[in-house]
């Protein structure tokens, strides 16, 4: 049962931080120095990247309305005029130009990244760095007007800058919605069309760390194991729905430093209690 309640916990936490800038990745490891699961390690490496499936399915019912692809309009005599939203698949094309830069540097360098990028120091450091940013960018921002206030208006050439903006968040600590958003801001998306085209640009970079995830661990799950990812799953899927709704309603009216100031907060406490901790170790 304790393991049970420590998996909702990292749901919670999952929910919420997958889609606030604030990093999903860097807060499961931070937490999993307090709140240590009764896994093997390779397990924890999986799970902490397979719950976000949960989070991306949030995504998925929320905005099945915009991203959803195909119709059946009787009243139409074409064969794609019929079946197929034009708009949506465009969508889904510059996505997909979106993923390119991750699929092409980022796959190769994962192992990398994950060996020597992972402790607390790093994650720290990529709070308090784009926490700083958020807040420089958004007082830069302030007198600017957005030139793209649709999905339809982003070119596809801001997809491709947006994509490399993702290929940051490889980093822990860093947070790729963070990380998106930022560079959708910069170049002149509204932060609304900023947040959802970094929803949309998730469901197939998560689903892909997923499926890389699972099968470097193997299909081998004891019942114990599938229990805990399937809870984790959930509790990630409920907290979502509820974390991308106060997303959406809190930036109609605010802008995002608040989270940079979070970011900073929180990266110099952990700089603190891992400091402190090292010494008083040695």
């Not at 302030?142 to 997809?159: N, Q, Y």
Request: net charge positive.
């Amino acid at each position: 049962m304790l393991e049970f309640l420590k998996v909702i916990l990292l749901g919670i936490v999952e929910g919420i931080t997958e889609w606030l800038p604030i990093s999903s990745t860097g807060h499961m490891i931070l937490l999993d120095e307090f709140i240590k699961l009764d896994v093997s390690s390779e397990f924890w490496e999986m799970f902490k990247y397979v719950i976000q499936l949960g989070a991306i399915l949030a995504v998925v019912v929320l905005y099945w309305h915009k991203i959803w692809p195909f119709k059946n309009d009787k009243s139409q005599s074409g064969f794609v005029e019929r079946y197929v939203k034009m708009d949506k698949i465009m969508l889904w094309l510059k996505i997909l130009v979106s993923c390119l830069p991750a699929i092409i540097v980022g796959l190769p360098l994962d192992d990398l990244i994950e060996e020597k990028l992972s402790g607390y120091m790093v994650v720290a450091l990529m709070l308090i760095l784009y926490g700083v940013l958020f807040i420089v960018i958004e007082n830069y921002n302030k007198h600017r007007r957005p030139k793209v206030r649709r999905l339809s208006d982003i070119t596809w050439s801001m997809a491709a800058v947006i994509g490399v903006f993702q290929l940051l968040a490889m980093i822990p600590g860093t947070s790729r919605s963070g990380a998106t958003i930022i560079g959708g801001i910069l170049i002149g998306l509204s932060r609304k069309i900023a947040a959802e085209y970094t929803f949309f640009l998730a469901i197939p970079v998560m689903f892909g760390v997923s499926f890389i995830k699972i099968i470097k661990f193997g299909l081998s799950f004891t019942a114990y194991e599938a229990a805990i990812l399937i809870v984790g799953m959930i509790v990630a899927f409920v907290v979502s729905i509820l974390a991308i709704k106060f997303l959406m309603g809190y930036i109609k009216k605010h802008d995002f430093k608040v989270f940079g100031w979070y970011r900073i907060a929180l990266g110099i406490l952990v700089l603190i209690y891992f400091v402190c901790k090292n010494i008083f170790l040695a």
